[in-house]
Each structure stands twice: as C-alpha cells, then as structure tokens.
C-alpha cells in the first residue's frame, strides 16, 4: 500500500506530465524513503517486537502520509524534511563527495588486485596452453 499506490500514481503522473503531481508524488518518495532509512536502521527490529500495535500504527500512518485529504508527506516535507536538508545541505553533500572518492578508491584497488591475480592465473594457464599448443604442433606437422 505504502509502495503500490504511490507508484501508480507518480506512474500516471509521469504519463500525463502534470508538474503539481510530480511535486506531490516527488514529496512522498523523499519523505517515503527518508522514513523507510530511519524505520529500517534504527526502529524496525525493536519496536515491532515491543509495541502492540505497531503494524496496524504503521498503516495508518501511510494513509496519513499517502491519501490526498491528509497530505501527510507534504506537511512532514515542509517541517521536518526540507529545513533539515537545507540546514545540513553542506554536511550532506561532504559526505557525499567522501564517499565517492572512497568507493572510487576501492573500487580502483580491487581492479587492480584482480588483474594481478588475472595475469598471474593467465600466465600460468597460458604456459601450459603454449606448450601443447608447441607439441600438438610439432606431433601434427611430424605424421
């Protein structure tokens, strides 16, 4: 419900191109998925077991966040969202860049580690090839 719905939607929306829609929709994924992080790093695990109730909480909470009558998303958007990204927008966008030059790093060592390993694992194969290669020659130009 919290997924389904909201994708038809942001679906039809693309498809009519209706800009207000877009906005809507665009303002549900972010505060969607800014909650789904929260939910799933820190609460899930220990409020589902605890709190009675929680499930059925959850749902209508997506209502609130989901249905248009309510404009849940919109509301938690303009308080809670957007001041925080604008205040941290700096912070966030360090981060980023942090872990990019970090995954790019990694990403170069492990290139590097595999072709080693790549031509180590071919030279050897390649030795071995080039010798049958060498006799199956030499016992087929021999007969």
Do not use: N
């Not at 997924?3 to 505060?31: G, N």
């Not at 499930?55 to 909470?61: A, N, P, S």
């Not at 981060?95 to 970090?102: A, H, N, P, T, Y």
């Not at 071995?128 to 007969?143: H, Q, T």
């Amino acid at each position: 419900m919290g997924v389904a719905y909201p994708t038809l939607m942001t679906a039809k929306a693309a498809k009519q191109r209706d800009e207000e829609a877009y906005f809507v929709w665009l303002t549900y994924w972010i505060v969607w998925a800014g909650l789904a992080v929260l939910e799933y790093s820190f609460m899930e695990w220990s409020l589902a077991a605890t709190l009675p109730l929680y499930y059925e909480g959850k749902v209508f909470f997506i209502l609130w966040l989901v249905l248009p009558r309510f404009q849940g998303a919109a509301l938690l958007f303009d308080r809670l969202v957007l001041p925080a990204l604008l205040r941290y927008e700096e912070d966030i966008d360090a981060r980023i860049s942090d872990v990019g030059k970090e995954v790019r790093h990694r990403a170069s060592e492990a290139a590097t580690v595999l072709a080693a390993r790549a031509g180590e694992y071919l030279a050897t194969q390649t030795k071995g090839g080039a010798l049958l290669l060498l006799g199956s020659s030499s016992s087929s130009s021999s007969s």
